[in-house]
């Protein structure tokens, strides 16, 4: 089992860009796929983005692609999700997950392993 803390998370005015950063602790992280989950408030939690275990194939919730952008660095045990051109709706709570099998998958009920969250906010 990994551990995930997630952090990078802020205000920030529309338009503008953040940087999310997920570290992993335990052993054999490059054997999961890992993914970005969000939740506002008074709404369930939503996929936003996903990639296996190698790094080769990512997928996203259409609400936020061509704009936000998922990577991993195995060495590292790290994911990142780069968020550009942000909109007061990115506004949630952002969880990182992981999934101990290669490929991910846009359901939360898929992963095992979830961080604390980290607050994003998009003024307008």
């Known amino acids: 089992q990994v551990q995930l803390v997630e952090s990078g998370g802020g205000t920030v005015q529309a338009g503008g860009s953040l940087r999310l950063t997920c570290q992993a602790s335990g052993s054999a992280f490059s054997s999961y796929a890992m993914a970005w989950f969000r939740q506002a408030p008074g709404k369930e939690r939503e996929h936003v983005a996903h990639v296996a275990f190698s790094g080769g194939f990512a997928n996203y919730a259409d609400s936020v692609k061509g704009r936000f952008t998922i990577s991993r660095d195995n060495a590292k045990k790290m994911v990142f999700l780069q968020m550009n051109n942000l909109i007061p709706e990115d506004t949630a709570v952002y969880y990182c997950?992981?999934?101990?099998?290669?490929?991910?998958?846009?359901?939360?009920?898929?992963?095992?392993?979830w961080g604390q969250g980290t607050q994003v906010i998009v003024s307008s």
């Open positions: 997950a992981a999934r101990h099998l290669p490929a991910g998958s846009s359901r939360p009920q898929d992963f095992g392993s």
